[in-house]
């Protein structure tokens, strides 16, 4: 890992004044640079040829002859072959000498290799570079593991499929769209040899992958994906804060779920399995008995992540969780770092963001007002990695 002293020295050479923010540009990237415009910052987005035009075109930043934004929020957009390119010395270079602070997401974590990430990417990184591997099912202090220490709920994992007695939901990679899910759910251990032979047979999952899957109990409740930010900075107000509540659109399950009962079980073939590809997002509030319960879950996950992941988290991070019938909560997927769905309360905010700031905050804006406070008072070494 490198080191946070070699980070500081980084920081030490940037003119503070100059800041910009940058983002691989996919995943969050329009939240974050959106906040970061609301907040006075120049933003760079990392692109890939033939997925760049989201930000080189359309969301494009136009400011006046005062630099005041007039339209869009992407200031520049450096388009490379692959998003791996970002980590060759020329490019991170180019990334120092433009004073970035970067904010990771979940496709640099995909498409830019972790250990690289972790031992050679020496740009200064606002949020806990340790804990991005956490979120790599299967890695021995993975999430699950750092769930379990903090005492937290989350669903009972199924060692053996014989002993499936109850709805399950098996959790691995898809075949063929890699950085996808090819989850089912399966009631019976005759239904999971059924289902996978099936999915395997339709190139969904690979025997491989299923071999290394994750069985855990399937927990029947809404989902709530909880974005929370934690602020190293504060010392007046409570340092956790809820910025939104976020629930996923998933194909083609959400296409199943709208079909009746009868004409689902007409379906055959590669259409009887939905699968679970996250395709967007939507918004949400809980009711107000429950908002304890979720910053105790938060308080927990924060405390775990400084005693075994120092520094702990920094800023965004978002736990995904099912509510069950007796309104408890189950995590069955942790986000150490800006969510996949903050996109939804981006410029307008969210509730509890709103409420807590008197002001439209999204996910992205608190994160460029935590940089602007720590560039203000000369504590930009407290937020990065």
């Known amino acids: 890992m490198i080191s946070r002293e070699r980070i500081f020295e980084i920081v030490d050479g940037y003119d503070l004044k100059k800041v910009k923010i940058g983002v691989v540009a996919s995943h969050s990237a329009l939240d974050v640079c959106d906040g970061a415009v609301e907040e006075g910052f120049r933003t760079v987005g990392i692109g890939q040829e033939g997925r760049d035009k989201t930000y080189s075109k359309y969301f494009k930043c136009q400011r006046d002859a005062n630099g005041?934004?007039?339209?869009?929020?992407?200031?520049?957009?450096?388009?490379?072959?692959?998003?791996?390119?970002?980590?060759?010395?020329?490019?991170?270079?180019?990334?120092?000498?433009?004073n970035i602070?970067?904010?990771?997401?979940?496709s640099f974590t995909s498409y830019v290799d972790l250990k690289e990430i972790e031992d050679n990417f020496a740009v200064p990184m606002v949020g806990s570079r340790a804990l991005l591997r956490s979120e790599e099912r299967g890695e021995d202090r993975d999430y699950y593991w750092l769930l379990e220490k903090a005492g937290l709920p989350f669903p009972k994992k199924i060692k053996d499929p014989m002993d499936i007695?109850?709805?399950?939901?098996?959790?691995?990679?898809?075949?063929?769209?890699?950085?996808?899910?090819?989850?089912?759910?399966?009631?019976?251990?005759?239904?999971?040899?059924?289902?996978?032979?099936?999915?395997?047979?339709?190139?969904?999952?690979?025997?491989?992958?299923l071999a290394r899957a994750r069985i855990e109990e399937y927990v029947?409740?809404?989902?709530?994906?909880l974005d929370f930010f934690y602020s190293p900075l504060e010392n007046k107000m409570e340092r956790i804060e809820l910025i939104g509540v976020d629930w996923r659109f998933e194909t083609s399950l959400d296409g199943h779920v709208r079909l009746p009962a009868p004409q689902q079980m007409t379906l055959m073939g590669a259409q009887a399995t939905p699968e679970y590809t996250v395709c967007g997002h939507n918004s949400a509030t809980m009711r107000e008995s429950l908002l304890e319960g979720a910053f105790d879950l938060a308080e927990k996950y924060v405390k775990a992540t400084q005693e075994h992941y120092p520094p702990g988290i920094i800023g965004p991070f978002c736990l995904q969780t099912c509510v069950d019938k007796d309104l408890k909560f189950h995590i069955y997927d942790v986000a150490p770092r800006v969510g996949g769905g903050t996109n939804v309360h981006m410029s307008v905010g969210h509730p509890y963001g709103n409420t807590t700031w008197r002001t439209n905050m999204s996910t992205g804006r608190r994160l460029a007002v935590e940089i602007r406070r720590a560039i203000e008072t000369n504590q930009v070494k407290k937020i990065v990695t």
């Open 220 to 225: 029947i409740g809404p989902v709530f994906n």
């Open 101 to 106: 602070l970067f904010v990771p997401n979940r």
């Open 165 to 209: 007695n109850g709805l399950v939901i098996v959790k691995l990679h898809h075949k063929v769209k890699k950085l996808e899910r090819g989850f089912f759910t399966a009631a019976s251990s005759q239904e999971f040899r059924e289902k996978s032979r099936s999915l395997i047979f339709h190139n969904v999952i690979t025997e491989e992958d």
């Open 68 to 98: 005041k934004v007039i339209r869009g929020i992407i200031d520049e957009c450096w388009t490379l072959k692959k998003f791996k390119e970002m980590m060759e010395p020329k490019y991170q270079q180019k990334l120092v000498n433009e």
